[in-house]
């Protein structure tokens, strides 16, 4: 049998995006954030996630997406890593979908810069291409943060 | 290996090493009472179970360096060999032998390669050597050794198992068959001379986990009360404020939980102090007291190592050689005092030496020599500044130091770590009778009391041990009472300066927002201390005080202005100020300037406890200036007319002299180097008679030309803050006025006039 994946998708300015199901710990709805001054501009700011203090990381920063319209609230997909759980800031959720590796290919040669290092590769789903993030690699910011603190 | 196998080999791991750290204490507690059976008896039962356990385990080379220790200490027990120094030595070196091939299993699971051949050699000989010595330890104590050493034994051996209640008794004991112990031992494998306790082994983290979800009931808590206030229902009521009880009771009672007896980590010290002295051929007797004092878990970790140096240091430095000691009149064996208790909230710990204290003047000397301090200053210093001069940076760098100063590797990272957890370290010492260093630390990490305040819409946390106080500004004198010295805001406290910190602008909000409201309702400025160093930090609100439970912010968001993280009574995030890292940011407590700036302001701040003359003067941007009058020679007023030209300088002629003019706006700012001439001819142009206070520097007289001279007053200058700008020494307020002080010298140094001087000097030769 041809080992299949499930994936909890979401959207980015329009774009379907989607992280390893075991990966994520829980989904949320928009929940209010604490700002971290000084930090990196990814840095969203900090959740209360029933007692765990969680960094909420805008995605569309990360990918270097255009920003969310302001009356749009984002909603957070929570996933762990070894540095603890992070929070991603999504527009939508989508579905949860499966799929086989047959459908996986390598980001295309002319995807470059930065976003290339967070997207993993894509699968063809019927009808759209569903990109694929390399999860630890999207929560990181701490080089960013090493040069922020440098500079100020 | 199986799980099985797994589970028991950490469990193995966790027992010997509680075993091992005993046996530490009970060796070096028997080297002063080598009679002690019981004690005796305990170290053969410890060694003796690590010994059946590895063997079960499979771990022969472990169990092989256990076993010839145990036919050694079976001798010791049996009364006959009687325990020497020597023989101490070699079974502490298998005791670390042992310690040291359990950490190898615990991180790689095998024993490891590390060579035991001499240890066991030493081990064999000292057994061989029983036989002989036997006889006569024999002829030595007989007194004690026949009768009362079998009863004892078979008594306790015999009393043991029945009492014992080990919630896990070792599959291993009773799988081992004894190999070598003449039976007397084999019935009571882990028994310990202690008496049953009623503890269980609980994982750290399951203590923390606990911890957290403590945390969270109290804030569910704090939410319900709110809630059952606004609604009007008695039954509610009721319940929520029993829960509010319970859960303020049961929040106690978890905190507990991680508290632990600082004789915990005291308990090593014997060992340490043992073989420092050993090292260093001198006598210490260890005391301790308020062994029981208890301190958080997470705080009993980070003392461990500063006070395991401080004990170090007190053997290695503070106590003198046997030889000397008597010479002075003290006994051989040198004294170290571990004391502990609570105070004010907080607990403290003294490590006590009755050794030489600290050399007052050596260590001011180094000082000097390392150019911590000025020779001025330093004459000025009491005692105690002086002692807590082997805190600073630098003061410990080099090796020379240390064995002159008699104290110092190390010592400035004492204090940083122990000021990490918010504590302070104090030195007092007397010369010949002693020294002692204490340490003041808080009770616990994990929930502290905290001022939150608002800035820019967001609450933040500040820790209270770094709270002095709070003033607020009502909206007229707030702008009254921020004045300016050079762009840096500083206000009156209570007639001293006081640099400001706008934490909007450390922080990096908006501007204009802030701006306006702060305009409107005032200021609130929050006194806080870093370093020794007091300055105010203005937000926009002060809400309240509260206990908050600090969780640390991700691994990635290490920003050194946050300390952590909190989670407030409504469920929203504040993040925690770090004091010292604001302060650091703030440049309130810059490294380099700091040192210079406070030694400066500190030796103005004792010249100036007596009253002086002043020269009041108009500096450039009509600064209100002035400098001691006792260091000019003459005042004097010259026509511009008369200012000439040579080469680079400027100069005119005064009692047959050439006098070199310098003129203050320039030397105050050196991007204004290429524009001095233009600048000579402008004041030329614009006041037709330039005022020139006279100077002697170094065998010259030069002039320093300012722009115009005020007033000479007599005022005493207690009201200081550290110099803004290069040629100032510092800033005062002199009748009433916020006043720099020029610091003529470095303005002349800074200026390069000195050699030109010499130049000029050497023409006028020719």
């Given at each position: 049998m041809i080992q299949r994946l499930q994936f909890c998708t979401f959207y980015l300015d329009g774009l379907l995006f989607g992280v390893r199901l075991t990966d994520v710990q829980e989904v949320m709805r928009h929940t209010e954030m604490t700002l971290v001054p000084l930090a990196p501009k990814v840095v969203s700011g900090l959740i209360n996630l029933r007692g765990q203090i969680v960094t909420a990381i805008d995605l569309r920063r990360k990918l270097e997406l255009p920003e969310r319209d302001a009356d749009k609230l984002p909603m957070n997909v929570v996933v762990n890593n070894d540095?603890?759980?992070?929070?991603?800031?999504?527009?939508?959720?989508?579905?949860?979908?499966?799929v086989g590796e047959e459908a996986f290919e390598q980001p295309p040669e002319t995807l470059r810069g930065k976003v290339r290092g967070v997207i993993f590769g894509v699968y063809k789903l019927s009808g759209q291409l569903m990109h694929v993030l390399d999860t630890p690699k999207a929560c990181q910011f701490a080089d960013v943060v090493e040069t922020a603190t440098t500079v100020v | 290996m199986s799980i099985d196998d797994a589970e028991m080999v950490k469990e193995f791991l966790t027992e010997s090493y509680e075993n091992l750290d005993r046996l530490d204490r009970e060796l070096v507690a028997l080297e002063k009472e080598p009679q002690n059976r019981d004690a005796l008896a305990g170290v053969f039962r410890t060694i003796h179970t690590i010994k059946g356990t590895c063997g079960f385990l499979g771990f022969a080379k472990l169990e092989k360096v256990a076993h010839v220790g145990e036919n050694l200490l079976s001798l010791l027990r049996d009364g006959r060999l009687l325990l020497t120094p020597e023989i101490t030595t070699v079974l502490l070196a298998m005791v670390d032998a042992i310690r040291q091939m359990l950490s190898e299993i615990q991180s790689t699971g095998q024993e490891g390669d590390a060579d035991n051949t001499q240890l066991l050699a030493d081990l064999t000989r000292l057994h061989a050597s029983a036989a002989t010595v036997a006889s006569a330890a024999a002829a030595n104590v007989p007194v004690v050794s026949p009768e009362p050493k079998h009863e004892s034994f078979t008594n306790s051996e015999a009393a043991a198992p029945p009492l014992k209640i080990d919630e896990a008794p070792k599959p291993a004991m009773a799988a081992k068959p004894e190999p070598t112990s003449g039976g007397s031992a084999s019935t009571a494998p882990s028994a310990s001379a202690t008496p049953p306790n009623e503890t269980i082994r609980v994982g750290v983290n399951l203590l923390d986990r606990l911890m957290t979800l403590v945390g969270e009931l109290v804030l569910a808590r704090n939410q319900l009360l709110q809630y059952s206030n606004r609604v009007e229902d008695a039954g509610l009521q009721t319940v929520s404020q029993r829960m509010n009880l319970i859960a303020t009771e049961l929040q106690e009672e978890v905190m507990k939980t991680r508290m632990q007896p600082i004789g915990n980590v005291w308990s090593q010290f014997p060992r340490t102090v043992r073989d420092v002295a050993a090292a260093c051929g001198k006598e210490v007797n260890i005391e301790m007291e308020g062994k029981e004092?208890?301190?958080?878990?997470?705080?009993?970790?980070?003392?461990?190592?500063?006070?395991?140096?401080?004990?170090?240091?007190?053997?290695?430095?503070?106590?003198?050689?046997?030889?000397?000691?008597?010479r002075n009149g003290k006994p051989r064996a040198g004294r170290l005092t571990l004391r502990a208790f609570h105070e004010g909230g907080q607990v403290n710990i003294e490590i006590g030496d009755d050794g030489a204290g600290l050399n007052r003047d050596r260590i001011r000397q180094k000082a000097i020599e390392r150019g911590i301090i000025g020779t001025e200053k330093s004459a000025r210093l009491t005692d105690r500044e002086v002692f807590n001069l082997i805190f600073l940076p630098g003061f410990s760098t080099a090796e020379k130091v240390t064995n002159v100063s008699g104290r110092g590797v190390g010592m400035d990272v004492v204090k940083t770590n122990v000021e990490k957890i918010g504590g302070t370290v104090d030195v007092q010492s007397v010369a010949g009778q002693g020294t002692t260093v204490r340490v003041k630390i808080p009770l616990?990490?994990?929930?502290?009391?905290?001022?939150?305040?608002?800035?820019?819409?967001?609450?933040?946390?500040?820790?209270?041990?770094?709270?002095?106080?709070?003033?607020?500004?009502?909206?007229?004198p707030a702008q009254n009472g921020i004045e300016l010295v050079h762009g840096a805001p500083v206000y009156r406290l209570r007639g001293r300066l006081l640099p400001l910190v706008y934490l909007w602008r450390e922080l990096k909000m908006g501007i204009q927002k802030v701006k306006r409201e702060e305009e409107q309702e005032g200021v609130y400025i929050v006194v806080l201390q870093a370093d020794g160093r007091q300055f105010g930090l203005i937000v926009d609100q002060i809400n309240d005080t509260q206990e908050i439970v600090v969780k640390p912010l991700g691994k990635q968001l290490k920003i050194k202005t946050f300390a952590g993280a909190s989670i407030m009574g409504d469920g929203k995030v504040a993040l925690i100020l770090d004091v010292m890292g604001l302060a650091q940011r703030a440049n309130v407590v810059d490294e380099t300037r700091d040192r210079g700036s406070a030694e400066v302001a500190g030796e103005a701040v004792t010249a100036?406890?007596?009253?002086?003359?002043?020269?009041?003067?108009?500096?450039?941007?009509?600064?209100?200036?002035?400098?001691?009058?006792?260091?000019?020679?003459?005042l004097e007023e010259f026509p511009a007319s008369q200012v000439e030209r040579s080469g680079t300088l400027w100069v005119t002629q005064y009692r047959g002299q050439i006098l070199p003019l310098l003129h203050l706006s320039y030397a105050l700012q050196e991007r204004r180097r290429r524009r001095r001439n233009s600048e000579f001819r402008q004041s030329n142009a614009e006041h037709s008679r330039l005022q020139v206070l006279v100077c002697n520097h170094k065998g010259h007289r030069v002039g320093l030309v300012v722009e115009r001279i005020v007033d000479i007053v007599e005022d005493t200058t207690e009201v200081r803050y550290p110099a803004t700008r290069a040629g100032v020494l510092c800033s005062a307020v002199i009748q009433g006025k916020v006043t720099e002080l020029v610091d003529i010298p470095a303005i002349f140094q800074a200026s390069g006039i000195e050699n030109m001087g010499e130049e000029q000097h050497a023409e006028m030769v020719h």
């Open positions: 540095a603890g759980a992070v929070s991603l800031l999504v527009d939508e959720i989508g579905d949860v979908v499966e | 004092t208890e301190l958080d878990k997470t705080i009993i970790e980070a003392i461990k190592d500063p006070l395991t140096h401080l004990v170090r240091n007190s053997v290695d430095h503070g106590i003198e050689l046997p030889e000397t000691r008597l616990t990490l994990a929930i502290i009391p905290a001022l939150i305040v608002t800035c820019a819409g967001d609450r933040y946390a500040i820790p209270q041990v770094s709270l002095l106080e709070l003033v607020r500004l009502e909206a007229e100036a406890s007596a009253k002086r003359t002043f020269l009041l003067f108009t500096g450039p941007d009509e600064a209100h200036m002035a400098v001691p009058l006792d260091t000019l020679a003459r």
